[in-house]
């Protein structure tokens, strides 16, 4: 009798570490925690809502992803941006993506990469018309959605998870700096047309070889700063 009740309280910790992570990761990305910042556990209480049982159980999760370290005497620091994550994360999506396009192109559905760029030419008509204050939050969605894809094509969790806080790292780098703005959006997308040209080839040298050079871009862009 008592099985079917321990299975819901062991379950709900677990959810709510979920969404403890994901409030943390929000508000890392919304500024309200900023990179380099120094916190406690009782500052992440405050910050998220959340009890600090599921803070306490969070940390772990936060430090082997690379997001917080713990500095002795000093408490936890939010990962800060400097050339050596740039360096890192840059480096893990070239190995990790370059690959993953050459198998996008080989198994993705006409379909389906029809609506990419049907997406991406959308971005670029309403930047070239002067946009709106949606603009660059649509296209920073159209950026995400086309590279995740490419990585859950794949269908392995394992890749898709380091992907995911990869991106997030990313986006870590461009909320510092390199945040896209209406002046980058269009050679963006236009970067992401060639990926697409490349994968509707059915060429996989070619298509990992278009996103190695977006890749390269992007790289370039975040090292200026």
Not at 107 to 127: F, G, M, P
Not at 146 to 155: K, P, Q
Request: charged share 30%; net charge negative.
């Amino acid at each position: 009798m008592s099985q079917p009740e321990q299975e819901p309280r062991e379950g709900e910790p677990l959810k709510l570490r979920e969404r403890a992570y994901a409030s943390f990761t929000e508000r890392l990305l919304a500024r309200e925690i900023k990179p380099g910042q120094f916190v406690t556990q009782r500052e992440l209480v405050a910050m998220t809502g959340f009890p600090l049982g599921a803070i306490r159980e969070l940390v772990p999760r936060l430090e082997a992803e690379g997001l917080i370290k713990t500095v002795p005497q000093r408490g936890m620091q939010v990962a800060h941006v400097d050339l050596n994550l740039i360096r890192n994360a840059f480096q893990f999506r070239l190995f990790l993506e370059k690959e993953a396009t050459a198998l996008y192109a080989q198994n993705a559905s006409d379909a389906e990469i029809a609506e990419q760029r049907a997406r991406h030419e959308a971005i670029i008509a309403q930047a070239e018309a002067g946009g709106d204050e949606t603009l660059i939050e649509d296209a920073e969605d159209i950026d995400r959605l086309m590279h995740e894809a490419i990585i859950d094509h794949l269908d392995n969790d394992i890749v898709s998870q380091a992907f995911r806080v990869t991106w997030l790292k990313i986006r870590l780098i461009r909320q510092y700096e390199t945040r896209i703005h209406n002046s980058i959006i269009v050679p963006v997308m236009q970067d992401h047309l060639a990926i697409i040209a490349a994968i509707e080839t059915r060429d996989p040298e070619r298509a990992g070889a278009a996103m190695a050079a977006h890749i390269g871009n992007a790289r370039a862009r975040a090292m200026q700063y």
